[in-house]
């Protein structure tokens, strides 16, 4: 079994909203039907990122760390294209 850390971007209030799961799809069509009390009054998500983990430790830990200060910083590098788009 995988696991697997995500980004979903909020297009309503332009936030993020981090999580894990073992089941990448029916977690996105849970946020998307608005089954998800994090997200449900955020709609419509984007998701914007993804990885996948061999183990639920080692996705809790890096949804921990995606969730902090310098995660967030890491994510903006890491998708800089995304956020910044050039010309």
Same mark, same amino acid.
């Given at each position: 079994? +995988? @696991? @697997?850390?995500?980004? %979903?971007? !909020?297009? #309503?209030?332009?936030?993020?909203?981090?999580?894990?799961? !073992?089941?990448? #799809?029916?977690?996105?069509?849970?946020?998307?039907?608005? &089954?998800?009390? !994090?997200? &449900?009054?955020?709609?419509?998500?984007?998701? $914007? +990122?993804?990885?996948?983990?061999?183990?639920?430790?080692?996705?809790?830990?890096?949804? &921990? @760390? %995606?969730?902090?200060?310098?995660?967030? $910083? +890491?994510?903006?590098?890491?998708?800089?294209?995304?956020? @910044?788009?050039?010309?």
């Amino acid at each position: 079994m +995988y @696991y @697997y850390v995500y980004v %979903l971007l !909020s297009e #309503k209030d332009n936030q993020f909203y981090t999580g894990y799961t !073992s089941d990448l #799809k029916r977690r996105l069509d849970e946020h998307q039907l608005g &089954k998800v009390h !994090s997200t &449900k009054y955020r709609l419509p998500l984007k998701l $914007i +990122y993804f990885e996948g983990c061999l183990h639920q430790q080692d996705a809790t830990r890096r949804e &921990k @760390y %995606l969730k902090s200060g310098n995660g967030k $910083i +890491y994510l903006r590098n890491r998708m800089r294209q995304f956020f @910044y788009p050039t010309g």
